[in-house]
């Protein structure tokens, strides 16, 4: 059976969406993971979780890269390795090299690096003539550089670390005392959450006013295939925490060419020619800007409002990109007759007040309407945050519309329905 090398991966849904593609894909697969106490063991209902139904869970130091290609090439000597994959932001550069080092179908790994360093993003881009916002580099240490750098990016402006994901710790400044707060906040978090040392500098990035977008996208032998455009939104206590999103992108026809094509200008600057690519960028006054390139498919159940209106399973393509398969391409219409939707949005349920929750109110209702694809809601007793980044959901719901426009306002209308009941509240 051919046999797929997974590496590490997110616990949220890809956690579960990318094993199920690799189910799907009718391939066998082994889990590599430094700690395997990260990821549960079953899900809700109690079955066993789609991370513990490979093969083997292999137990390796996978933030040491050698460390880790070293447990790939055993795994390969044993059972014969055909593909390596993760869907976990801090492993992409060492899954590039596992499938460099083994032979195997991947992307240039240098290209990885960059596009998961959002400081040597931005230089590679500026380097090919690709316009973004102002933008400089500094250490967090050096209060004297830090507001050097603030003020020739100019105010407002974004403090952003350059290796974490999720909205982490990214602020809007309009003020060096702003600024001097965020990096003080940023400077307390010198380990990421998977155990890794955090790079030492912070980037300064020009405020860009318009809406938010990511363009979807996969890459094999360097040709680009882009499925299309997701339309963003954001909130939350920082303005920057991801609040919903719609497929397709409710965009002129205009505007949704110039966002693709400025997508695929920057994956081919940074040089990408591989795998699954989640491109996200504001529309300005002055035209596109990219905000950052993710060699990966997309959180946050994009990947699932796009298989529901097109039939593409992203993560089943980065399956098959893996293994150095043609992805398949989906009938025009479902093979049962029933006509997909033509628009389809999940809207995340998003605290504003850290405590422990008591009950969400109203979440029945939601997951019995009739546009509800799927939800999910975190149960009572559970401990949360406020809405800083995409970390701290409350829960989510996906909604669909034979509309082409429509999934998105039902899907705010019906997440807008639940209220929540705290037990304990905490300061902020």
């Not at 590679?124 to 550089?145: E, K, Y």
């Not at 029945?364 to 149960?379: E, L, R």
């Amino acid at each position: 059976m051919t046999h797929l090398l997974l590496v590490e991966s997110w616990v949220g849904a890809m956690g579960t969406l990318l094993p199920r593609a690799v189910a799907d894909a009718g391939v066998e697969f082994t889990f590599l993971t430094r700690r395997p106490e990260h990821y549960p063991e079953s899900l809700p209902d109690g079955s066993p979780h789609p991370l513990r139904r490979g093969r083997a869970v292999v137990t390796a130091e996978t933030n040491d890269p050698i460390a880790a290609v070293d447990a790939a090439r055993r795994i390969h000597a044993d059972e014969p390795i055909t593909g390596v994959l993760t869907s976990c932001d801090y492993y992409l550069p060492t899954t590039a090299r596992i499938a460099r080092e083994v032979e195997l179908p991947g992307p240039e790994p240098e290209a990885v690096e960059i596009a998961c360093d959002k400081s040597r993003t931005r230089a590679t881009l500026d380097r090919m003539g690709i316009p973004g916002p102002r933008h400089a580099t500094a250490p967090v240490a050096d209060p004297a550089q830090l507001r050097a750098a603030a003020e020739a990016v100019g105010y407002p402006l974004v403090v952003k670390p350059t290796d974490l994901c999720a909205g982490m710790f990214v602020r809007r400044a309009d003020d060096w005392p702003t600024v001097e707060d965020a990096v003080d906040e940023l400077r307390g978090f010198a380990v990421n959450a998977r155990g890794q040392q955090r790079s030492p500098v912070v980037l300064l990035e020009e405020f860009l006013d318009g809406r938010e977008f990511s363009v979807e996208s996969w890459i094999r032998q360097g040709d680009i295939h882009t499925v299309g455009v997701t339309d963003k939104s954001l909130g939350g206590v920082s303005g920057f925490v991801e609040t919903g999103h719609m497929f397709p992108a409710d965009l002129a026809a205009g505007d949704r060419a110039v966002l693709v094509a400025t997508a695929e200008a920057a994956i081919g600057a940074i040089g990408l020619d591989h795998g699954v690519v989640h491109t996200e960028l504001r529309l300005t006054a002055a035209g596109p800007r990219i905000i950052e390139i993710n060699p990966r498919p997309a959180g946050n159940q994009i990947t699932e409002l796009i298989r529901l209106v097109t039939g593409i399973d992203l993560p089943r393509v980065a399956v098959e990109l893996a293994l150095g398969r043609e992805p398949a391409t989906p009938a025009s219409e479902p093979e049962d007759g029933v006509a997909r939707p033509r628009s389809a949005a999940v809207r995340m349920l998003v605290p504003d007040e850290a405590g422990i929750v008591a009950e969400l109110h109203g979440v029945d209702a939601v997951a019995a309407h009739p546009a509800v694809a799927s939800s999910a809601f975190k149960a009572p007793g559970h401990h949360t945050g406020a809405g800083v980044d995409n970390n701290s959901y409350l829960g989510s719901a996906i909604v669909v519309s034979p509309d082409l426009a429509g999934a998105r306002p039902l899907a705010e209308e019906l997440l807008s329905s639940i209220s929540v009941t705290y037990s304990e509240v905490s300061a902020r």
